[in-house]
């Protein structure tokens, strides 16, 4: 079967730099992606990574080592508006989704 | 672009009444849309994945008698939970997307609550 762990939780401080990982173990697979949902709302896509090496979107940018069956997610010069959820999600063959455990991540002043 | 909409975004409602979730992609077809269901502080899991005219494919342990998903039209899903109960509730997404070679976007999500 498939699996995403990531932390439960995480708290950085505002202007700070936060790392969230992802590991996983499943079969067939293709890429990760990252989204970010606030409380209630919508997960919305970040970045994606098929191969090996860093994804560098603005203020995020996203890891993957296939060979350690890890990513990670990194955000840079946080803003309390960043306070949300962040999912991993494994792309499948059929490019569905496999979504990862969650990391509620909370930045403070 | 790329905009999926979800409705209604709350519904409360009482315990045996069926309730029809509308899952609509505005400015693209949809071949395929997905629903997703996520409990508080959770991940989102998938319930099942629908192809415009044929029937929906449902996870392992979703009862398909139980949660109806239509997929009629190329912007339209509906997902319909019978006889809901309170263990229903829950937070239900669906998603949208135009080929598979293409991303899912999310539509905002539909809060239920059975009493």
């Known amino acids: 079967g498939q699996s995403l762990e990531q932390p439960s939780e995480v708290t950085a401080v505002e202007g700070a730099i936060v790392q969230i990982n992802c590991t996983y173990q499943t079969s067939g697979f293709y890429g990760l992606s990252w989204y970010q949902q606030h409380d209630g709302g919508a997960p919305t896509f970040l970045s994606y990574?098929?191969?090996?090496g860093l994804e560098e979107t603005g203020r995020f940018s996203s890891f993957l080592s296939r060979s350690d069956s890890y990513g990670y997610l990194l955000l840079q010069e946080l803003q309390m508006k960043d306070s949300a959820s962040y999912f991993c999600a494994e792309r499948t063959g059929a490019n569905n989704l496999f979504f990862g455990t969650g990391t509620r991540l909370t930045v403070i002043p | 672009g790329a905009v999926v909409s979800q409705h209604p975004s709350r519904v409360i409602c009482k315990s045996g009444t069926s309730v029809k979730i509308e899952c609509r992609s505005l400015?693209?077809?949809?071949?395929?849309m997905f629903w997703y269901r996520q409990f508080p502080k959770k991940s989102l899991m998938l319930m099942a994945t629908s192809n415009e005219g044929s029937k929906a494919t449902y996870e392992q342990g979703v009862e398909k008698d139980k949660f109806l998903i239509n997929h009629a039209s190329l912007t339209l899903s509906t997902l319909t939970v019978t006889s809901a109960h309170p263990e229903d509730s829950s937070f239900y997404i669906c998603?949208?997307?135009?080929?598979?070679?293409?991303?899912?976007?999310f539509g905002d999500g539909t809060r239920l609550s059975i009493l």
């Open positions: 400015d693209f077809q949809a071949t395929t």
């Open positions: 998603s949208a997307r135009s080929d598979s070679n293409q991303p899912q976007h």
């Open positions: 990574n098929a191969l090996d």
